[in-house]
């Protein structure tokens, strides 16, 4: 069964920094896209940041220039780095993966979140 499995996150002041990080396991032959939504409490699912397999990055402009995705490829690792947080980051960040489940199929996976806090 392949599971995505998250750490990293927790309470920090404003201006400080987190890392999240998010493990594919289980039996694949390959993870396409990685990226990272986070939900604040009343509000929709949001993208925070995804990376290709090739390692082109993408971010929100709420986030650019503050956060940085990367991932490792021999590890089906992904991170996000946060700096310069922000009360309005605050949120349960949840880790997305395209996995390659079969040589020909294709499954959407997603992480159980992380909270993450930043306070004023």
């Known amino acids: 069964q392949v599971r995505l499995v998250e750490s990293g996150g927790g309470l920090v002041q404003a201006g400080g920094s987190l890392r999240l990080s998010c493990a594919v396991s289980?039996?694949?032959?390959?993870?396409?896209?990685m990226g990272w939504y986070r939900q604040a409490p009343g509000k929709q699912r949001e993208p925070v940041a995804t990376?290709?397999?090739?390692?082109?990055?993408n971010c929100a402009d709420s986030v650019k220039g503050r956060f940085a995705i990367s991932r490792d490829n021999a590890k089906n690792t992904v991170y996000l780095q946060m700096s310069s947080l922000k009360p309005e980051d605050t949120a349960v960040y949840y880790c997305n993966a395209r996995i390659r489940t079969m040589p020909t199929i294709y499954t959407d996976a997603w992480g159980q979140g992380t909270q993450v806090t930043v306070s004023s």
């Open positions: 289980g039996s694949i032959f390959g993870v396409n896209t």
């Open positions: 990376i290709t397999d090739g390692g082109i990055p």
